[in-house]
């Protein structure tokens, strides 16, 4: 009796595991047909040309094709993705995707090719990455990472960044920012540069209040501003009851 | 020896004359008329002075302890406060404990006499002079000369006549590329999307002219000069037009139908070059493309370059337009 039961368990589980991970499956690619395709393509083919897509949006956007796991984490864990307009820029946006649903979707986008997986960085110098974002990072994050302009977008600071979305970024180079290879920063180097974004979100502000944390130099030209205008009013107020 | 019985005797004399009058005088008569005592006001400002002492001290103090939290904030108030307080406390004063007093007096009235004889000793005064107009030629040249000394100094901001050697760089047709490295350049390695430094294979990096940029587009988008690119491989002087600083970004679209072409854009002061186009400026304030070098890939497959830059590297100066690149 006991060796029946056994059997049937065995028989029951090795039936139903595979329909669960279709089950899985499918919902990934239904989450993806509702809110990707109109811009990607039913299969992640990408649309070329604007063509009318759901919702009334105007979709066009690039193939997904062999992009992986890295690509599909960054952009929904950022809340890049979904993006209303096409033309707009993505930028961090409350997610909207339960973890679940973004799994699904994970999964769903990295079976469409091959691609690679999500990294994983590991503890790097701070000093070092310093360097290495002075000189790959800070033309447009500037220097302490606080983001800033480039001509025809936005250039989002990194306060928010959590340290797998940076090392995905460097790789994937999102919207206007140019990509780098293994050869142009290498993984250990990639491990710096991270250790420095986040030391960058919490900085030792030398300087009392930290405006941009630039160091002292910001506050105390404030702080002769502000002094400037009140030594003018004082001027003025005392010209006038000299005049009165 | 002598030095320290003097200064001996001279501190007795001293303390055994403390607490005697002087020789009493005759009392002068007042310029200002006596004023009223204020108390209260001189109370005020012996509490502001006092206070402007603590503030003193505090700063002091703080200065001393230097472990509290914000101590740049309470450095900055400590030492405001006494400077506000020491200021309120002669504000205090010149309103109420000094003697005040309105006086008026007229303004001299203008004599056109006395004019005319300041202008009569001036003239009166050149008589000795003999060639008036020559002395006032050499004055006037003399300081015209101390004024262009001056000046001349300012023919150091920028090259004026011996601009030939801004012209000259390291590049010739071909040189090798090296990255940061020293090692060449393979067209294989250079991927879309990314960029790289490259320098002159065995020149000096520092100069202006050696530090190039170099990416990697789809061939059919290169518009302008498409032979100067080997396999959709161009590049560029890193130095950007307008104030000489490195361009050290690339904007690479992910998707180029929705986003801005690729460019390259100096962080200085966004300058903009379009590098499917000749380095033309597609924003921002350089007056003119970013310099080209033309590449080619020889038979190990390492980039190199075919010629010199297509216009003068750097910053512009004086004339910039008037000459082409050499080698």
Known sequence: ?244 | MTRLRDWLIAAIVLASGRGKHPMTRAPKPRIVAAGEPDRRAENVVLILFLLATVAGAAFIVVYALDRLSHQTQWLGLAIGSAFALLALASTVIAHHLVVTEEIVEPYPRESPDAQEEIEQIVAESGSRFTRKRLVTVAGAGALGTLGAALLVPAASLGPLLHTGGLYRTAWRRGRRLVDEGGQPLAADAIEEGTFYTAYPEGADRELVGSPIVVVRLPPAEIRDRKDWAARGIVAYSKICTHAGCAVALYRKPTFAPTQPRPALVCPCHYSTFDPAAGGAVLFGPAGRPLPQLPLEVDGAGHLRAAGTFSGPVGPSWWGVRMGKARS
């Open chain 1, 1 to 244: 009796m006991r060796a029946v039961v056994k059997l049937l368990t065995v028989l029951v589980l090795v039936l139903l595991v595979p329909s669960a991970a279709a089950a899985k499956d499918r919902r990934g690619a239904a989450l993806f047909a509702a809110n990707c395709s109109s811009c990607h393509g039913l299969n992640g083919q990408g649309v070329p040309t604007s063509t009318p897509g759901a919702n009334g949006v105007d979709g066009q956007g690039p193939p997904l094709r062999g992009v992986g796991a890295r690509a599909a984490d960054f952009y929904l864990r950022t809340g890049y993705m979904p993006l209303a307009n096409p033309h707009d820029q993505p930028s961090r946006k409350h997610v909207v995707f339960t973890e679940q649903e973004i799994r699904s979707l994970i999964r769903y986008v990295a079976s469409l090719g091959n691609g690679p997986p999500i990294p994983t960085p590991r503890p790097g110098s701070i000093s070092a990455g310093r360097q290495l974002f002075t000189d790959h990072c800070a033309g447009c994050h500037q220097a302490i990472a606080q983001g800033g302009y480039v001509t025809g977008a936005r250039v989002p600071p990194l306060t928010d960044a959590t340290d797998r979305q940076i090392a995905e970024a460097v790789r994937i180079g999102p919207y206007l920012m140019p990509r780098f290879s293994t050869k142009a920063i290498t993984p250990a180097q990639l491990n710096d540069i991270v250790a420095y974004v986040d030391y960058a979100k919490h900085p030792d502000d030398r300087g009392g209040w930290a405006i941009g944390h630039l160091g002292p130099w910001p506050e105390g030209a404030v702080t002769w501003l502000l002094a400037a205008a009140a030594l003018v009013g004082i001027c003025t107020l005392l010209g006038r009851r000299l005049r009165a």
